[in-house]
């Protein structure tokens, strides 16, 4: 073992320690200089109180033990090292092995042994956890056998289904009370306040008008802020619910709070909600198809609208419409459009973009038709029904 900080090759060293003497007071004890040159009244330094020094500098020094890989020590054991104590206590802060150990509990009783085994539970006491199980529902954890403590979220709410999850790092602080969870380093999935980066996703069952979404994992009752995901069935017929794993139903809302109307989305689109504490509202809805441009008027489809104020006017290729149109706007939505083909301003009304057709875009072009309308509206549009 390499010699830190010792005496090396002075007179009389030695390489193993000599029993320590002394007898301790019940109070400190400390020096004392002589009185003067002549007198000797002032403290001895013995060996025994040098080598004590020594053993508890040595002990900080080696307390980091080796690296994992390679054996090597993780602070060298040179006693010539200036900043040898510095190091060994900015690795021990660093490398956080104190405050980490590995969960040995079941899934809502979780239990670690620490290193040192800290004498009691204070307020403060940071621990990291590698979980041995995903949590189902309300969790405790035992540090060292001082006993169960309630985990539980910064806002006092018991822990949900994976919070926590198998092989996932967990970290959390005593508060004096219970230990709060302030970090999952787990891609968590389950709503009900659950911590975590990944979005629940389900193809949806139930009805155009109440639609339900089986989740697996199955997740928690909702609460403010939880976010879901599910892929539309059939298209949305009007007001709607939503009923995830059971829970609800709850109205389910455009994001400006609004109830939804036909064809708001349509089968295969992917809906993202979020839970406001009372409805989810769609944050965002994604086509599940792509357009058709092969096939005029078929759904999927893209085709124009040109508008003016007595409505919208659909263009085919590079003909404008001069009939009055058919179709309306509501929301984001142009219902059955119709118009002419050719022949403009005299052309016979034919009707071109039959259905229920959607909004992609919204632009303007300069005129250079006619000077009535010299700037034109265009609406890109693509059929949904």
């Not at 190091?87 to 042994?113: C, E, P, W, Y």
């Not at 230990?179 to 979005?199: C, E, K, N, P, Y």
């Not at 139903?249 to 036909?262: I, T, V």
Request: hydrophobic share 45%; glycine share 12%.
């Amino acid at each position: 073992m390499p010699d830190i900080l010792g005496p090396a090759n002075a007179d009389h060293a030695v390489t193993t320690r000599p029993a320590d003497s002394r007898t301790f007071s019940t109070l400190d004890t400390w020096f004392q200089d002589c009185s003067n040159p002549n007198v000797e009244d002032g403290t001895e330094i013995q060996a025994s109180f040098n080598n004590g020094i020594l053993a508890a500098l040595r002990s900080l020094w080696r307390g980091n033990g080796s690296l994992a890989v390679g054996g090597a020590k993780v602070v060298p054991e040179v006693g010539s090292d200036d900043h040898g104590l510095t190091k060994s206590v900015q690795h021990m802060i660093q490398r956080g092995q104190m405050s980490f150990a590995v969960d040995t509990g079941t899934a809502n009783a979780l239990a670690i042994t620490l290193s040192p085994a800290p004498p009691e539970l204070i307020a403060g006491l940071l621990v990291r956890v590698k979980a041995a199980h995903a949590t189902t529902g309300a969790a405790t954890i035992d540090v060292n056998g001082l006993g169960a403590v309630a985990i539980k979220h910064p806002d006092g709410t018991a822990l949900g289904v994976d919070d926590i999850v198998a092989a996932g790092v967990a970290e959390m602080v005593f508060d004096g009370a219970v230990f709060q969870l302030v970090a999952s380093h787990t891609d968590a999935v389950g709503g009900g306040g659950g911590v975590g980066f990944r979005v629940p996703y389900a193809v949806a069952t139930g009805t155009a008008s109440a639609i339900a979404a089986d989740y697996s994992p199955d997740t928690a009752t909702p609460v403010a802020g939880d976010l879901m995901s599910v892929k539309l069935a059939s298209n949305i017929a009007g007001a709607t619910t939503f009923s995830p794993d059971g829970h609800g139903p709850y109205a389910l809302k455009d994001m400006n709070g609004a109830a939804l109307f036909a064809n708001f989305a349509i089968a295969g689109d992917l809906l993202l909600m979020e839970f406001d504490g009372t409805d989810f509202r769609v944050l965002n809805r994604l086509p599940g198809s792509s357009p058709n441009f092969m096939t005029p008027g078929a759904i999927g489809s893209l085709g124009l609208a040109f508008a003016d104020i007595n409505g919208y006017y659909p263009i085919a290729d590079h003909d404008i419409v001069r009939q009055p149109s058919l179709g309306y706007v509501f929301g984001n939505y142009v219902y059955n459009i119709a118009g002419a083909t050719a022949g403009w301003p005299t052309g016979t009304a034919t009707p071109l973009f039959t259905g229920t057709w959607r909004i992609l875009s919204a632009f303007s072009l300069d005129s250079i038709i006619t000077t009535a309308y010299p700037r034109v509206p265009i609406l890109l549009c693509q059929r949904i029904a």
